[in-house]
C-alpha cells in the first residue's frame, strides 16, 4: 500500500465525520440528550484526529500521481492549499470538542457552551473539508474541472488505450 493509496483510503474520514458529528450534535445540544451530544463531540474530535495523517499523506501522495495522464497539476496545488485551512479548522474544532468533553465531567455549563462553539467550528470544518475534497477530485476526474481540453484529451488516453486493446486480440 502505497501513499497515495492510504491517502484516499483515509480522506473520507474527516469529511464525514464532521459532516454526520453536525446533527448529532446538533440534535443533543437541541434534544438536551447528553448521551446524543458527547457522541457528537466524539464524531468531531475522531474526525479532527483523522485529518492528521490524511494531510500528512497527501505529499508523498502527489509525488506518486504528479506524472500520471490526465493529473491535473494546477487542481494538486489548489487541493494542497485548501487542505492545510481544513486541517487547521479540524484540529481547532477537534480541541474544542475535547474541552467540552474534558468540562462535561467538570462544568456543565461550560460543556454547553463550547459544546456550541464546537458546533459552529464544525460548521466551518465542514464546508472547508467539502471544498478541500471537491478539489481532490479534480485532481484526476477531469469531467468535474469543466476543463473540456482536459476531457478531451482523456477521451483521447481512453480511444488509444482501447486501440491498443483491440489489437492485443
Known amino acids: 500500500m502505497d501513499a497515495a493509496h492510504l491517502h484516499l483510503m483515509l480522506n473520507h ?6 459532516v454526520f458529528g453536525l446533527p448529532v450534535l446538533l440534535a443533543g445540544i437541541l434534544l438536551k440528550n447528553n448521551a446524543l451530544r458527547i457522541a457528537g463531540l466524539l464524531m468531531l474530535l475522531v ?7 490524511v494531510y500528512l499523506t497527501g505529499e508523498p501522495a502527489e509525488e506518486i500521481v504528479e506524472n500520471l495522464p490526465g493529473v491535473g497539476h494546477d487542481q494538486i496545488e489548489a487541493h494542497e492549499d485548501f487542505a492545510m485551512f481544513a486541517l487547521i479548522s479540524a484540529i481547532i474544532t477537534g480541541v474544542i470538542a475535547a474541552a467540552a468533553l474534558a468540562f462535561d465531567w467538570m462544568r456543565k455549563q ?13 460548521l466551518v470544518t465542514a464546508g472547508l473539508m467539502g471544498q478541500t475534497a471537491n478539489l481532490g477530485g479534480e485532481i484526476r476526474h477531469t469531467e468535474l ?5 482536459a476531457v478531451q484529451a482523456d477521451n483521447k488516453i481512453d480511444t488509444k488505450k482501447q486501440e491498443k486493446d483491440d489489437d492485443d486480440h
Not at 110 to 122: F, N
Not at 145 to 149: E, K, M, T, V
Open 13 to 18: 474520514i474527516p469529511l464525514l465525520g464532521t
Open 145 to 149: 474541472r469543466g476543463d473540456q481540453a
Open 47 to 53: 474526525a479532527a484526529l483523522a485529518a492528521i495523517p
Open 110 to 122: 461550560a460543556a454547553a457552551l463550547l459544546s456550541a462553539v464546537a458546533l459552529v467550528a464544525a
